[in-house]
């Protein structure tokens, strides 16, 4: 089945540092991929999506392209906040189910 | 627009009491999802409503369920509370039409359940 796969947490990195949190994923036909963070007490925030292949979602800094050849959906950001501290998903939607992965929590320290 | 409302946001209940927890969607999503969030199991999906119809259920046991009313609203009831289902408790609404939308989904700030 349908199944998204991200790294292990948590990472924890100086402010201005480079962000990469690696995500792939696992599905039959054209899913549409997303980033979710979630900040403390709070539900999911949709951060940036992807609909179709070599596609590049970007919002606040964050980017991620969806590359079908390597089934990944990775997201970067070139320079991280303190702000930035939270939860970040990774998830798909196929055939509109929705699949998450297990969550990244990234620190930011200042 | 008025994004996805959960109520309430927190509810404290002892053991073996029900609960009954409510999501409004966005206005026009017709598709409601609950998601279980706990430290140690993640997010888990626990069913989705499409239409008033459940479309999709995930693997919990049958003290959970739900319903959507015509107005895309939905309620989640937990039946005889246990320990374990102290979480928070997510909702999220889509579009949920056909495949090609796939478009995202929209969360509400959660429930706290405290089951003691």
């Known amino acids: 089945g349908d199944s998204v796969t991200q790294m292990e947490g948590p990472v924890t990195l100086s402010e201005e540092a480079f962000l990469t949190i690696n995500c792939t994923y696992t599905?039959?036909?054209?899913?549409?991929l997303f980033w979710y963070v979630q900040y403390p007490g709070e539900g999911l925030q949709l951060l940036l999506k992807a609909t179709k292949a070599d596609d590049k979602g970007s919002n606040k800094g964050f980017e991620a392209t969806y590359r079908k050849e390597t089934t990944s959906f990775h997201l970067e950001k070139g320079s991280v906040q303190v702000s930035d501290s939270a939860v970040y998903f990774c998830a798909l939607s196929n055939f509109n189910k929705f699949y998450f992965g297990s969550g990244t929590k990234l620190n930011v320290k200042p | 627009k008025a994004g996805v409302t959960q109520t309430p946001r927190y509810l404290i209940k002892t053991r073996g009491q029900q609960v009954t927890l409510s999501c409004s969607p966005i206005s026009g999503h017709r598709s409601v999802s609950w998601y279980q969030q706990t430290p140690g199991q993640g997010l888990q999906f626990l069913f989705e409503?499409?239409?008033?119809?459940?479309?999709n259920k995930g693997n919990f046991p049958g003290r959970f369920s739900g319903r959507q009313f015509s107005n895309s609203r939905s309620e989640m009831n937990v039946s005889t509370l246990e320990l374990g289902d102290s979480a928070l408790y997510l909702c999220?609404?889509?579009?949920?039409?056909?495949?090609?939308?796939?478009?995202?989904?929209?969360f509400g700030q959660g429930t706290r359940l405290t089951v003691v």
């Open positions: 409503y499409f239409s008033e119809t459940q479309r």
């Open positions: 999220a609404s889509s579009l949920g039409l056909g495949r090609e939308a796939n478009t995202e989904a929209f």
């Open positions: 599905a039959t036909g054209y899913p549409s």
